[in-house]
């Protein structure tokens, strides 16, 4: 990290905050992403059950960044953001979209309202 190189955590749906609190390692990482959609398959659902999880790592790590990774798309950002995401993850998304360039800045613009 002394040479401007963040280091971060990734938690799969089974990983849960308890179990990377007893790895003791806080203080090795700066960015926590956590996957909210089915693992190595782009464009699927967001499981927005793991909200939950990501309002207890805010809780714990309330200095730490949180990414989400999986189904983000412009009928859940605000909620996910709001859960306390600070870094959204979009690939199937804009992939899929017809114009992806219109579709990531009409989800800045839903962001930025």
Known sequence: QENGTRT?????????????QELEIDD???????FGGKLGFQGGEADLSILKKVKKLR??????EI??????????ASEIVSAGVDVLNVGGYLHKAEDPKKAY?????????
Do not use: C, K
Request: glycine content about 8%; hydrophobic content about 45%.
């Open 8 to 20: 971060g955590v990734a938690l799969l749906h089974e990983t849960s905050v308890a179990e990377l």
């Open 28 to 34: 090795l990482f700066d960015h926590i992403l956590v």
């Open 59 to 64: 809780e714990v790590y309330p200095d730490v």
């Open 67 to 76: 990414g989400w990774d999986g189904g983000v798309n412009e009928d859940n």
């Open 105 to 113: 800045d009409s989800l800045v613009t839903l962001l930025q309202s």
